[in-house]
């Protein structure tokens, strides 16, 4: 899936173990495959999928033979738990893969994690919006490690061309094709609301376009009442109007993510439109590319007529990191890794050759010069981020661990109209007290 799967795959792992209790669990055992070890050397953990990241160790470790990383790749669904029982028990390793947010805060507010400055690393090379989910009062806890992945809104242009629609622009554009599609015998929108995941991608971008960003950014910050803010309750209204009009056709609570099932919908011409990150364009690409060539479209999610949110505002994925250990031993080390060899100029051309964008500035004259068949597809992604004034972290990483569990349930009993509106933002707001 070159290099997204993590991040799309991370997110069917919810677990309640939050890292004050795994302070006093010891540690278990590790798995998965790892390069030459040094024992003057440094640790780091990562997933099993980092191809291009792993690459950037195997540069710095021909380098640096006297001092080499030691990298150790896990499986998705045992990553974060093994990281936990390791921080606790003192065997972290120097640099530890993370998705940045609530996740990563714990550990920077338990005294886990050593903030980084722009000398130590050039932080001033990416993207300001990405940063925002490695950054705690004010100070930098990671270095954005691979692609970029917003969420978007994909279409299938002879699907819409066939309906008589146009790609939505608006909240009200999107419920005007809906009606259309949906007459015109295909699904509306495409999703996997079996995952529930996918489906809280729409309540992200929906809060964002009805509140702004202020609106999550209260939540985030702790204020558990914030979940009771009308625009809350406003944004599941306009999901359960999307699900009341028959947005997602009947049978979207059995159809999983994981089992490709929401894609084929897309590209064999079944649903018109897919809401998606931009890990979405490589399964295309890789199950469909004729229709990736010819009938594949895609822009930003709609905007919301008299909303408080900017339309140009994102959400979904900023990136992974890469963050410090404070009990490293081999700091000055680590430093010169993440500086020197992460986001490198041979690293963008890596990600950019496989249809991703890295999060870093200036990449304009690169766009523009690239032979890729992927070159509007990435000058879409990078335009997009560059020009969003908040890229908003999907809410199953910003939030604390423990929250994640009552937070995809609620989102599904919204979507399924078990619960009213307002009770959503009740409930969450008891999740989070």
């Given at each position: 899936?070159?290099?997204f ?18 302070i006093g669990?010891?540690a278990?055992?590790?798995?998965g ?15 099993n999928?980092?191809?291009i990241l ?10 640096h033979p006297?001092?080499k ?13 093994k990281l ?6 003192n ?7 993370n998705?940045g947010?609530?996740a990563?805060?714990?550990?920077v507010?338990a ?15 990416f ?7 490695a ?18 809104l ?7 061309k066939n ?27 495409s ?6 995941w996918p ?18 950014a ?10 009771t ?17 028959g ?14 099932a ?6 064999t011409?079944?649903?018109g ?6 890990w ?11 229709f ?9 999610f709609p905007?919301l ?11 979904g ?7 410090l ?10 430093i ?5 060899y ?6 963008v051309?890596?990600?950019l ?11 304009e004259?690169k766009l ?8 509007a597809?990435l000058t879409?992604?990078?335009d ?7 890229f908003?972290l999907s ?38 007290s």
């Amino acid at each position: 899936m070159r290099g997204f799967r993590n991040i799309r795959a991370r997110r069917v792992v919810a677990t309640a173990v939050t890292v004050a209790a795994a302070i006093g669990l010891a540690a278990c055992g590790t798995s998965g495959p790892s390069t030459t070890t040094s024992a003057k050397g440094l640790t780091m953990w990562a997933l099993n999928d980092q191809t291009i990241l792993k690459e950037s160790v195997d540069a710095y470790n021909k380098d640096h033979p006297d001092e080499k990383i030691t990298l150790r790749l896990y499986a998705n669904d045992d990553y974060k738990q093994k990281l936990r029982v390791a921080f606790g028990a003192n065997q972290a390793p120097d640099i530890f893969f993370n998705w940045g947010g609530g996740a990563l805060d714990d550990y920077v507010k338990a005294g886990k994690v050593d903030a980084l400055t722009a000398a130590q690393v050039k932080t001033d090379r990416f993207t300001p919006s990405v940063m925002q989910s490695a950054t705690f009062d004010g100070k930098v806890y990671g270095v954005p490690a691979n692609g970029l992945a917003p969420v978007v809104l994909y279409y299938n242009k002879k699907v819409l061309k066939n309906a008589g629609v146009e790609p939505p622009k608006t909240y009200d554009e999107l419920m005007t094709a809906v009606g259309k599609l949906k007459g015109d015998g295909v699904i509306p929108l495409s999703l996997a609301a079996n995952s529930k995941w996918p489906t809280l991608m729409y309540l992200e971008y929906l809060l964002d376009r009805t509140g702004g960003s202020r609106a999550f950014a209260k939540i985030a910050s702790g204020d558990a009442t914030a979940w009771t803010d009308p625009t809350v309750t406003k944004a599941n209204q306009y999901l359960q109007d999307l699900a009341k009009a028959g947005a997602f056709g009947n049978n979207a609570s059995s159809v999983n993510y994981d089992q490709g099932a929401s894609t084929a919908l897309l590209y064999t011409g079944k649903a018109g439109m897919e809401v998606m990150g931009t890990w979405e364009y490589a399964n295309l690409v890789k199950a469909a590319p004729d229709f990736v060539k010819k009938d594949l479209g895609y822009v930003a999610f709609p905007a919301l007529t008299g909303g408080a949110g900017n339309a140009k505002s994102i959400v979904g994925n900023p990136s992974n990191f890469l963050s410090l250990n404070a009990s490293s031993g081999h700091k000055s080390a680590a430093i010169t890794y993440l500086k020197k060899y992460v986001l490198d100029d041979s690293q963008v051309d890596a990600y950019l050759a496989t249809g991703s964008v890295p999060p870093v500035n200036g990449l304009e004259s690169k766009l523009a010069a690239t032979k890729s068949p992927d070159k509007a597809w990435l000058t879409f992604v990078y335009d997009l981020v560059q020009n969003a004034p908040s890229f908003q972290l999907s809410w199953d990483q910003a939030l604390p661990s423990d929250q994640a569990d009552p937070l995809l349930t609620n989102v599904d009993k919204s979507f399924l109209r078990q619960i009213k509106p307002e009770q959503f933002g009740a409930n969450m707001s008891k999740a989070g007290s």
